[in-house]
């Protein structure tokens, strides 16, 4: 029922770079929504990981940046590290009838 | 530091009604927006609804509306969630989380911080 489309996995070794999608439509992304991304490592609660225009919180490696572009986003983790091994969210806002916070479906991130 | 402490574990059979709290301590309760999310186990984050601590405005979920109601204390910093006719489907981890905002030029808003999550398990 998610409103925003994220690939269900993603996978690369130590030190290699992958993205991850987040596809929207003209009453979200497209729209002009930001689009924030957050990291989740299971058992805990989601992290703020990009917020804005790729803003990272205090603590968060720069080899996280986000992009946007029409009605779709990016999350792109560099220099992939073990510890980046969780599952990651894009959130934006959907102005159409619902007129919600909405979330995309979700990345697993293994690191191989 | 700016942190939200929820309340503990809940199991409540199928018919009836869960309350959970969110304490807010480190910023001013009533400056931000609170909203809740949850996660089913196994699934994704879905956004319930939000409130104002200040005018205690509300708005939720489409799929929500009529079954969930968001409330605040302002003397204890507090904002709570009650959902209610609690079927096995809302088995999951609620979340409290704070709409953080930045308005130096066009505003920007974003989820932060989170609370720590709240399991309610709904069972016969």
């Known amino acids: 029922q998610s409103v925003l489309t994220q690939p269900p996995s993603v996978s690369g070794a130590p030190g290699q770079r992958v993205t991850i999608s987040c596809t929207g439509s003209s009453s979200n992304i497209g729209a002009g929504q930001d689009v924030n991304w957050y990291q989740q490592v299971p058992g805990t609660a989601p992290k703020l990981l990009i917020f804005g225009k790729n803003n990272r919180p205090s603590g968060v490696p720069d080899r996280f940046s986000g992009s946007k572009s029409g009605t779709s986003a990016s999350l792109a983790i560099s220099r992939l590290q073990p510890e980046d091994e969780a599952d990651y969210y894009c959130q934006s806002y959907d102005n159409s009838l619902s007129n919600s916070y909405v979330f995309g479906t979700g990345t697993k991130v293994t690191v191989l | 530091q700016e942190q939200l402490v929820q309340s503990g574990a809940e199991v409540k059979k199928p018919g009836a009604s869960v309350k959970v709290s969110c304490k807010a301590s480190?910023?001013?309760?009533?400056?931000?927006?609170i909203n809740w999310v949850r996660q089913a186990p196994g699934q994704g984050l879905e956004w319930m609804g939000w409130?104002?601590?200040?005018?205690?405005?509300?708005g939720y979920a489409l799929r929500f509306q009529g079954r969930v109601t968001i409330t605040r204390n302002t003397s204890l910093n507090t904002a709570y969630m009650e959902l209610s006719s609690l079927r096995s489907e809302d088995t999951a981890f609620y979340y409290c989380?704070?709409?953080?905002?930045?308005?130096?030029?066009?505003?920007?808003?974003?989820?932060?911080?989170w609370g720590q999550g709240t399991l309610v398990t709904v069972s016969s």
């Open positions: 480190g910023y001013t309760f009533t400056n931000y927006d």
């Open positions: 409130m104002n601590p200040n005018s205690g405005k509300t």
């Open positions: 989380v704070r709409l953080s905002v930045d308005c130096s030029g066009r505003c920007h808003n974003w989820f932060d911080p």
